[in-house]
């Protein structure tokens, strides 16, 4: 007994491809997603850090950031 090719054989392959189209578009919107939340957070912070340097300097504190923060001789 032979067996018959459905149509389905040819549409699975079809399918396949959209299966893996559909997932690497999920793939790029997850880490598009990620991305977004993670310079999100990293801004955030970033503004955190300013607004308590911009603090200290109202205060007349020192900035506590490490090395040198002397001002060099002016450039002509």
């Not at 699975?12 to 993670?38: C, H, I, M, N, P």
């Not at 340097?53 to 950031?65: F, H, I």
């Amino acid at each position: 007994m032979e067996t018959e090719k459905s149509g389905d054989d040819a549409g699975g392959a079809r399918g396949d491809a959209e299966a893996q189209k559909r997932a690497r578009r999920e793939d790029a919107a997850r880490k598009a997603t990620e991305r977004d939340l993670r310079l999100k957070a990293q801004l955030r912070a970033n503004l955190q850090r300013r607004k308590a340097q911009s603090r200290a300097r109202r205060e007349g504190a020192e900035d506590d950031r490490p090395g040198d923060l002397t001002v060099g001789p002016a450039r002509d």
